[in-house]
C-alpha cells in the first residue's frame, strides 16, 4: 500500500498530496519575481536593514508566500488569515483511497462553509452515510458512480466525469465509488464550517452500535445471519467495481422506480459559461442545478496576465478552491485594513461577506478556481459597476479623477480584467 502512495503522490494529479511550499520554491523565479524585488528595493533604500531577516525562518514557505513575507505598502492593520493549504491538512489514508478535510478547525475565518478533499481507487467505495450538512462536490478528476434516495425513498444511481457536479441535501443517505480506469478525485463542499468527515451517519458505524437481535427483527432474519457483518465504520474500503450503469439503475429502482430529481450537473450539458478574452465565469446556482438549494457555486478561469475585478459578494462569504495556477488576493475590511496573500493549486482562500476583493493571476498559465456560497443564488457587485451607476461627478469628487478616466471606466461588469 505504501508503494502505491508513493506513486500516486507523484501522478498527474499528485499535485494535490505535494508540500504547498515546494511547490511554490519555484515561484520566485517567475515574471513576478523582478517586479517585486524592484518594489522591495523602492521600500528599502540601500543600507535599510529594516526589512531583514536574518534569524531562522522556512525559505520554501517565504518562497511561496512573498506578499505576507514582504507586504504590499497598501497593506495595513490585522486582517484574519483566509488561507489554508490542503498539504497542510492530515491525509486519511485507507485501502481504497483517502481524504483530507478544512474545516473551521483549519481556518479560523471559514465558519460557513468547509471542505474535504477525497481520492477513491477503481472500486474504492466511500460507503453508504449522510450527514447533518448538504454535500455539493466538483469532480476533479477521473470519474464515479454515485448513488441516493430521495424524499420519496426512489433511488438515483448515475456516473459523474471531471468537471460535473452533485448535490446531496441533508439527512440523504448515498454513496461514491471510483470507476475504471483510475477511479476518481473530487471536492466536496458542505454548508457547514464546523463539519467534520469524522462526524457523518455511516450504515457500517450505525449497525455496529445498534444490537444484534434489533438488527435481526428489522431485517426478518436470524441473528446468526448477521454474524459476518463489520465491527466498526469502513468509511472507505475497496471493493470489486460496479457493473453496467443501466442494471445498477435498473435495480436500485424496484418497484418504485427511480427519483424525478437529477441530483448531479454535468457541465457539458448546460450553457457555456460567460467567456472572455482573458478568461471564463460559469455560474452554477439553484436557477440552473435546481436541487442545489443552500449553495452557489462559481468556476472561474483567468488567463495569465488577467485578473478577477475589484467585487464584492452582498449575500454569504465566499470559500475558493485553487485547482491549478498562481494568483495573489488582496482583502480589504473595515477600519483601514487590508491584507495580500498569495495562492497555487490545493489552496483554500476565505472572503468573509460584502468585504470587497481580487483575485489576480500572477503565474504563466491558467488560473483556475472554485467559488463557494452557502446560499441558493449567486450574487456579486464589482467596483466599476458601482461607479459607473453613479452621477460621474460625485465619483470625481471623492476620487479626484478627471473625466478621460471616468470616460475610461467600464460601463458594466466585466468580471475579467482586462
Known sequence: MAGDTDKELLSRRGFLGVSSAALAAASVLGPDSAARQEQGSAQNPKGDRSASDPGPTNAALDAANPDSNHPLPTDAGGVQTFKYPFSFAHKRFQEGGWSREVTVRELAVSKSLAGVDMRLTAGGVRELHWHTAAEWAYMLYGSARITCIDGDGKSFVTDVKEGDLWYFPPGIPHSIQGLPPDGAEFM?????????????????????????????????????????????????????????????????????????????????????????????????????????????????????????????????????????????????????????????????????????????????????????????YYQDLALSEWLSHTPPELVAAHLNLDKATLDAMPKDKPLIVP
Open 188 to 376: 466536496l463542499v458542505f454548508d457547514d464550517g464546523n463539519f467534520s468527515e469524522f462526524e457523518t451517519v455511516l450504515l457500517t458505524d450505525w449497525m455496529a452500535h445498534t444490537p444484534p437481535d434489533v438488527v435481526a427483527k428489522n431485517f426478518g432474519v436470524a441473528p446468526s445471519a448477521l454474524a459476518k457483518m463489520p465491527k466498526r465504520e469502513k468509511f472507505i474500503f475497496q471493493t470489486d467495481v460496479p457493473g453496467p450503469l443501466a442494471e445498477d439503475q435498473r435495480r436500485a429502482a424496484g418497484a418504485l422506480g427511480a427519483s424525478p430529481i437529477d441530483f448531479a450537473f454535468r457541465t457539458t450539458q448546460h450553457p457555456a459559461p460567460t467567456k472572455l478574452k482573458t478568461g471564463e465565469v460559469r455560474v452554477i446556482d439553484s436557477s440552473s442545478f435546481k436541487i442545489s438549494t443552500t449553495i452557489a457555486a462559481a468556476i472561474v478561469t483567468v488567463r495569465p496576465g488577467g485578473m478577477r475585478e475589484l467585487h464584492w459578494h452582498p449575500n454569504a462569504d465566499e470559500w475558493q478552491f485553487y485547482i491549478s495556477g498562481q494568483a495573489r488576493m488582496t482583502v480589504f475590511a473595515t477600519g483601514a485594513r487590508a491584507r495580500t496573500m498569495d495562492f497555487e493549486m490545493g489552496d483554500v482562500g476565505y472572503i468573509q461577506k460584502t468585504l470587497p476583493h481580487y483575485v489576480e493571476n500572477t503565474g504563466t498559465t491558467d488560473l483556475k478556481f472554485l467559488e463557494m456560497f452557502k446560499s441558493s
